[in-house]
């Protein structure tokens, strides 16, 4: 096990012992600001080097390195005090126009809370997070995959509603988009980042100096309505390397559909926006009528489609209920496969998001500009031997490589399939299209499976009277 591995459980250890911390979503919370604070403290130690005449935000008093960094300093009272009357209430007051990266700090601790209350405790954390050091690039790597562990205990806690998206399905719709460097790209319900980081780490091959980094920094930009995704995002980004991680905290349907024009247009969007989610009352009014409705999967599709450039890519999670659902959800379809060219549909199987939801979810890739003419389905399959997916046996990139082979020299096979735009509108635009080549179900008419039913009936009742006379004859 890897020293920030072990250092990481350690501090999970110490915030249980902690009366104030209540659960897996709060000791993440409290977790990630204070992991905040020192990789702000050591990216500062970095710019101050890299950044001509670098002024922090932070007064000097409330750096990490002057009230955290003594393993002797501050403890017990005298450090929950100092934090509850003068660490919060600054950071929560920052003046935003003093730097960008006061902006950053700001929108961090606007909504995030202190729950630790023994400042014995808290000193041992401060202690443990000292220990690592972020401008290692060795251990930033290493981090980087804790990190993974830490979202996944999220998805635990359940506090957030929404389902983090596997990192092979992001991964996969990310190398199928190909982002290049200078295109900007946008994740509307960008979580805790899992598209922007797999979007950083495709282009960062691309990157040859400080030009072309400020130009990733500048394109790469997340939105997240909730706080505790929206700390995780940033934090995750500055791990990848983010001086100024572009993470808004945000609900893009709360604007006026209308209100979006030319200067608000995207070359990429990937997301995966919350589905089975009910926005408040009046959010659908921002939109028009035809597509008026409060599942907030629908709203993000449609807003999507708007905000696209012309030849812009988009690759989306969608659950089945998109895809077969009449009324608003056939007006949204007739918006996409008339605007956009949905080029490819991949339908994945049960257990994807197990075991956070049994929903079964699409990826869709469309690009805006042409309509649609044909699409393309492609079925994927569980691994050999697997029935489905679970905690500790989750979907891997790898098995993602039959549809990368697939993807450039298209031919229907057992699992893949086209449909043309003229059987989809005799469907009524229903895209829940079954494999063709898989082997029709084989039900026998209502009328015998009554009859089967019923004489099984029988004959288990008839058992049944056979048991109770052996036993009334027993008990005689």
């Known amino acids: 096990m890897s020293n920030i591995t072990t250092n990481i459980k350690g501090i999970r250890d110490i915030m249980r012992k902690d009366t104030g911390v209540d659960g897996d979503a709060q000791r993440i919370s409290q977790m990630v600001w204070m992991l905040f604070m020192k990789i702000f403290a050591d990216k500062e130690e970095e710019w101050e080097i890299t950044i001509d005449d670098y002024q922090s935000p932070i007064p000097e008093h409330l750096k990490w390195q002057n009230w955290a960094a003594d393993d002797e300093g501050l403890t017990g009272d005298a450090l929950m005090e100092f934090i509850e009357t003068e660490l919060f209430p600054a950071l929560k007051e920052l003046d935003i126009t003093l730097s960008p990266q006061a902006k950053i700090i700001r929108s961090v601790f606007d909504d995030t809370y202190n729950f630790m209350k023994n400042g014995t405790l808290f000193r041992q954390v401060i202690n443990v997070i000292n220990q690592i050091d972020f401008n290692d690039s060795k251990e930033s790597h290493v981090f980087n995959d804790i990190y993974e562990t830490i979202l996944k205990d999220l998805q635990s806690a359940g506090s957030s509603g929404e389902y983090y998206t596997p990192r092979a399905v992001t991964q996969f719709m990310v190398d199928m988009i190909n982002p290049q460097l200078g295109e900007s790209v946008l994740d509307p319900a960008c979580g805790t980042g899992g598209f922007l980081t797999c979007t950083i780490d495709h282009v960062r091959n691309q990157v040859k100096g400080h030009k072309e980094r400020d130009v990733l920094q500048k394109s790469i930009r997340g939105i997240e309505k909730k706080p505790l995704p929206h700390l995780l995002c940033t934090t995750n980004l500055m791990l990848h390397g983010f001086d100024l991680p572009a993470v808004r905290r945000d609900n893009l349907l709360s604007k006026p559909y ?72 056939t007006r949204l ?59 500790s046996k989750p979907i891997n990139v790898k098995e993602f490589d ?19 735009i003229e059987d989809i509108k005799k469907r009524n635009y229903n895209l829940d299209i079954k494999n063709p080549h898989q082997e029709a179900d084989t039900l026998e008419s209502p009328e015998i ?28």
Not at 408 to 418: G, I, L, P, S
Request: with cysteine; glycine share 6%.
């Open 402 to 420: 039959v549809e990368k082979k697939w993807w450039n020299k298209r031919v229907e096979n057992e699992y893949a399939w086209k449909v043309s």
């Open 333 to 391: 379809k007739e918006e996409l496969l008339d605007k956009c060219n949905l080029h490819t549909i991949v339908r994945l199987p049960n257990g994807v998001f197990n075991p956070y939801t049994s929903i079964k979810t699409n990826l869709l890739f469309f690009e805006k500009g042409t309509p649609t003419k044909d699409v393309w389905y492609y079925e994927h399959q569980y691994p050999k031997g697997a029935k489905s997916y679970n905690k």
């Open 258 to 329: 209308a209100d979006w024009g030319a200067k608000d247009k995207l070359d990429i969007i990937l997301s995966n926006p919350p589905f089975g989610g009910v926005e408040a009352d009046g959010t659908e009014t921002n939109f028009p009528k035809k597509f008026r409705t409060k599942e907030t999967a629908d709203l993000f599709l449609a807003l999507i489609i708007k905000l696209l450039k012309n030849n812009g890519r988009c690759a989306i999670v969608l659950p089945d209920g998109t895809l077969f659902g009449e009324g608003m959800k």
């Open 449 to 476: 499976l009554l009859e089967k039913f019923r004489t099984t009936e029988q004959k288990i009742s008839s058992i049944q009277d056979e048991i109770i006379n052996v036993l009334t004859e027993a008990l005689k």
